[in-house]
């Protein structure tokens, strides 16, 4: 995961990518010669059988799609399973995938499905692959499945940041998608708050500067990072305060990540670099400023990983460039979509919990004339991953690319 802790365990948040100097040149490792990351080379489509017909054509018959999901055995697989379901998307053919490391299987529509081992071969015959592993994985297979023809939604750190790839957060930049970028990332899951209640500011009076510290859950770090937290949280909560209220247990030696978790808290998510920033405060910044299309925007991040199980809350302060009053900028927000404004009591954690919307409160002047204040939760495993694929997933439905 990172050089901040043993282990590796696959992560949004914790792992150090290595994409963030891979970003800027993004070379896949198994790349097909002369092709783009997100670009699909012509696909031959396949005479319609009963198990896949119209496979790769836009006339495909939808409620046949067949849909592969790498790591669906892991944290965001999981949820991203439950969404298809909930939302009653069209999967005719569910090929689910994991490492192949042990025997697996998922529930789906009340089915036991045994996981294979990804493989391109298996992947390039869906319509449709939802990347949720890791960068190393969506590495492997993301840019060969576009070049496939296979639309792949890739919620890996990968691609984020290449020039070919649109990262996309529905309600905020459909408009990035393009029938020719088979390749597509989700942003990490920590910046979807901001860029979800950013949006409708940006679009009323540009945005002159945004300052942000995170206070993020153990679940963003993947499946081993939880697992480490609760050992943790099991032994701190049988000894604390046995001789007295202050009796802090010893804390525990971590494995996954940097530091104890359990009771404590840090400000690191990833690695350093150079100038002391950690990688995802670089993720931060370099993600808002795409998905907002504001390249040179100043941004400011301090992420901190904090013991709560799900849910990534963010204190917020946006300086616009031009004035809007709290009266304005509560009505853009209650009519923004995906997102919910809380008025006379604010989000947390516990309360926005399986929720799909992005939750803003605690709106308020800051300390700077344009500046403005906010609280913001949302789920991380949901529209901070899996509800957000989903919807990219909806949007190509829509627009009759798949
Ligand atoms: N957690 C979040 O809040 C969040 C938010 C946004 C984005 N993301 C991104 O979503 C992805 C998944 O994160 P996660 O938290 O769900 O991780 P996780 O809980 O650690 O799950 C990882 C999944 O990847 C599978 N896997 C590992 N190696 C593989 C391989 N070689 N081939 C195929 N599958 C393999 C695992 O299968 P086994 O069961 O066999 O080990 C498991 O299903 C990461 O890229 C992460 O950056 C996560």
Redesign the pocket.
Known sequence: MSSSGAGS?????H?P?SSRSRAASCPPAEPISGSKPGTPRPRKVSAPSASSPGQGSPMANRSSLRVGV??????????LLGILQERRFPVGELRP??????A?AVLWRGRRIP?A??SLEALRACDLAF????????E?FGPALAAAGVWTI?????FRLHKDVPLVIPEVNAQALSPRRRLIA?????L?GAAVVGAPLLRAGGLKAVRLASYQ?V????????EEYHAQARRAAAKAGRSGPLDIPPYPEPKVFPKPIALNLFPQVGSFDRNGDCSEEFKVREELRKIWGARALPISATTVRVPVV?C?SLALWIETRRPLGLPRVRALLRRAPGLKLWEGDYPTPASALETDEVHVGRVRRGALPKELSFWVVSD??RK???L?SVQIAELLLKKRWL
């Open positions: 365990p696959p992560s949004c948040a792992r990518s790498v790591g669906a055995t892991g944290l965001v697989g999981r949820i995938f994991s490492s192949g490391r042990g697996s996981c081992a990804a990347l949720v592993s890791s960068d190393e994985v969506s492997r890739d919620d890996s750190s990968a989700g942003p990490n899951c920590t979807t859950a679940s963003g770090a993947g499946r081993a990072a939880l799900r990534h991380n495993l901070g991953a899996a957000n």
